[in-house]
């Protein structure tokens, strides 16, 4: 099981970007779909974007695409989720998730999860 470790949340206003990042910090995922989950209060944890374990195989959510760009630098066991126009509707907890799988993320394929990273985004 790989543990992962999530930075670059915050407080930003309407438009601003951001720049999460995760980390794994026991053993590489170098073969392993990686990618981002949300998660609000009350709500289901949502998919939000996945990257195939050679950095293609990129999906997003509709409500991201366009404005979120997933990568990933195996030779440093990160994966990283640019955040550009943020909304108010962006505020979540963001989760860093690896699959079983080479390529392709679900909530049934994750097998490892971060702690989650806070975006909160003003109007």
């Known amino acids: 099981q790989v543990q992962l470790v999530e930075s670059g949340g915050g407080l930003v206003q309407a438009g601003a970007s951001l720049r999460l990042s995760c980390a794994a910090t026991?053993?590489?995922?170098?073969?392993?779909?990686m990618g981002w989950f949300r998660q609000t209060p009350g709500a289901d944890r949502e998919f939000v974007a996945s990257?195939?374990?050679?950095?293609?195989?990129?999906n997003y959510a509709v409500s991201v695409k366009g404005r979120f760009t997933i990568s990933r630098d195996n030779a440093k066991n990160t994966v990283f989720l640019e955040m550009e126009g943020l909304e108010p509707s962006d505020t979540a907890l963001y989760y860093c998730?690896?699959?079983?799988?080479?390529?392709?993320?679900?909530?049934?394929?994750?097998?490892?999860w971060g702690q989650g990273t806070q975006v909160t985004v003003s109007s």
């Open positions: 026991t053993r590489s995922f170098s073969n392993n779909a």
């Open positions: 998730a690896a699959s079983r799988h080479a390529t392709g993320l679900s909530l049934q394929t994750v097998t490892s």
């Open positions: 990257i195939g374990w050679k950095g293609s195989n990129r």
